[in-house]
């Protein structure tokens, strides 16, 4: 059993792959193995949460998740603790292997109780799991409802009941800690899924995915990249911001401060508020330029941040030009409402020019001519249908970033949190990304360790000081 930490990289596996391993595995274990490994590693774990716990609420449901309730309950009550039992169903209708470990928890002496207890130490969630098909009602949903009202920790059987396993959408349970089961599921790492799972475990049941493909990664630390002696500022690339239309130049400032921090070797803005040109930016290091004038075909361009809509008119130079180019904001918003900018998109991956795009759910909408709910109901598939339709990078943004590139599984990032809720911080990502474009890293990646670093750097911003996206963008790269 492991903690899953942002310390390597995981692999993802849908339902469907994981119930083709649990058949294989069936097949090939004698009868009830699962289970019993299952209910073993929950009690274990549920130990570990709460050692000095004395009375424990395992809430099952009508399927195998219940089943694994049961079998740790029995464990539990073995090792002393007061094992307080509820079925939301029919133990009669139960599965076989779930029959099985109500079996073994009659033979134990324990039964189950007719309702929840009024108190508890730790309530394990075992409604529902991979099984969960719809949104959670009648005994099932008042037992969810009295496992918020207790207010201790929840440990999650496999996964939050309620909370769809792919795409981490549904109301679910609010755990405490989830203990994976088998495979790791991407749903528990974004839309509600971080909410949801809280601390997540993982237990392989000594089965491996044999030959089985993950549908998706959660992504491990980037690669770090030590500068040599013998280097000098040409050898990190050139970045380009533009955007910053009037009343909005701190955008764009916010992006190349990031693109210097983050190492760049050269960064111009280009404000496309002319009197912004005029102000002093607070890094000298800084070249301000007219868009017009730069060398396109020689810069990595972060083209939105703040651009309003006078960047529609950039972008029919910027999108054929650029050696490498990430698009956010306004920048997306012209690109989703003009079909010329969309086939210009698409055009730069036939010349093998690196294109970012770095979408929230509402621009990735509007990208995909859907809407807001429909992308986050599966944050997987729309980046994965964003990246295909113009053929390019995508990170959308939100709990739990998704970087999906064409014909390989997305990522989805472990790091970051809801201290990244707050105006400028999308821009300092644009501009990260585009300086790791500009050290020539290949946009995935790029999209990929930016993400990562700008959310690990959230996650270690000392708790007083508050997290204003200037101070994260003087520390990008550190
Ligand atoms: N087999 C094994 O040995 C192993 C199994 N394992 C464990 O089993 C879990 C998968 O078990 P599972 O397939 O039985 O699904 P599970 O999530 O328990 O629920 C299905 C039941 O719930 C019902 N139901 C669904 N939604 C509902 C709703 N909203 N409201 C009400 N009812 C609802 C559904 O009814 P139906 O939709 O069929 O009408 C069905 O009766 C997996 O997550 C892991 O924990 C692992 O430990 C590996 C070893
Ligand atoms: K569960």
């Known amino acids: 059993m492991h903690q899953v930490a942002p310390d390597r990289s995981w692999p993802l596996f849908d339902v469907a792959a994981t119930r083709r391993i649990e058949q294989a595995a069936q097949a090939a274990l004698p009868p009830f ?14 130990l570990a949460i709460a050692p000095h716990a004395r009375r424990i609420w395992i809430a099952c449901g009508p399927g195998n998740n219940g089943g694994d309730g049961l079998e740790a309950a029995t464990h539990l009550a073995a090792w002393g603790k007061e094992a307080v039992v509820t079925l939301a169903g029919d133990p009669a209708a139960l599965p076989a292997d779930a029959k099985r470990a109500w079996e073994r928890l009659r033979q134990a002496g324990l039964d189950l109780a007719p309702a929840p207890p009024h108190d508890c130490d730790l309530c394990i969630d075992a ?20 496992m918020a009202g207790v207010g201790r920790p929840v440990l999650a059987i496999d996964v939050p009941s309620g909370l769809h396993a792919d795409t981490g959408a549904g109301l679910a349970v609010r755990a405490t800690h989830t203990l994976a089961l088998l495979t790791l599921k991407p749903g528990l790492f974004t839309a509600g899924g971080r909410d949801a799972a809280g601390q997540v475990w993982f237990d392989d049941l000594e089965v491996p995915a044999g030959p089985e493909a993950p549908c998706a990664l959660l992504a491990g630390p980037p690669l770090a990249q030590p500068r040599l002696h013998a280097s000098h500022k040409g ?51 800084l070249m301000l330029r007219d868009w017009s004038s730069l060398p396109l075909p020689s ?5 939105g941040c703040g651009g309003g809509t006078a960047v529609a008119d950039v972008l029919p130079q910027v999108l054929p030009q650029a050696a490498s180019l990430v698009l956010d904001a306004d920048a997306l918003n012209a690109v989703a409402a003009q079909a010329d900018l969309q086939a210009l998109l698409r ?10 795009l770095t979408p929230h759910p509402l621009e990735a909408a509007r990208l995909l001519g859907t809407s807001t709910p429909a992308v986050q109901a599966d944050r997987l598939a729309a980046a994965q249908a964003l990246a ?38 999308g ?40 997290l204003v996206a200037g101070a994260l963008a003087a520390r990008a790269g550190g």
């Open 388 to 425: 295909a339709r113009y053929a390019c990078v995508v990170v959308l943004k939100g709990s739990g970033t998704v970087i999906a590139a064409p014909g390989q599984p997305p990522a989805i990032n472990p790091t970051g949190s809801a201290r990244l809720a707050t105006g400028g911080t």
């Open 427 to 466: 821009d300092v990502l644009a501009g990260w990304i585009a300086a790791l474009l500009a050290h020539g890293l290949p946009a995935f990646e790029a999209g990929q360790a930016a993400v990562f670093r700008h959310g690990q750097l959230a996650d270690r911003w000392p708790a007083g000081e508050p």
């Open 33 to 46: 193995t699962l289970m019993q490994r299952a209910g073993l590693a929950t009690a274990r774990l549920a």
């Open 235 to 285: 050898s990190y690339g050139d970045v380009a911001v533009i955007g910053g239309a009037p009343g909005m130049a701190g955008a764009a400032l916010l992006a190349a401060s990031a693109a210097l921090h983050a190492g760049a070797g050269r960064v111009y803005l280009a404000p496309l508020d002319p009197a912004a040109a005029r102000l002093a930016p607070g890094l000298p290091e």
């Open 299 to 303: 810069l990595a361009v972060a083209c």
């Open 127 to 146: 409604l529902l799991g991979i099984g969960a098909a719809r949104p959670l009602q009648g005994g099932l949903a008042a037992a969810a409802q009295a």
């Open 347 to 356: 055009a730069r991956s036939q010349r093998s020019l690196p294109t970012v």
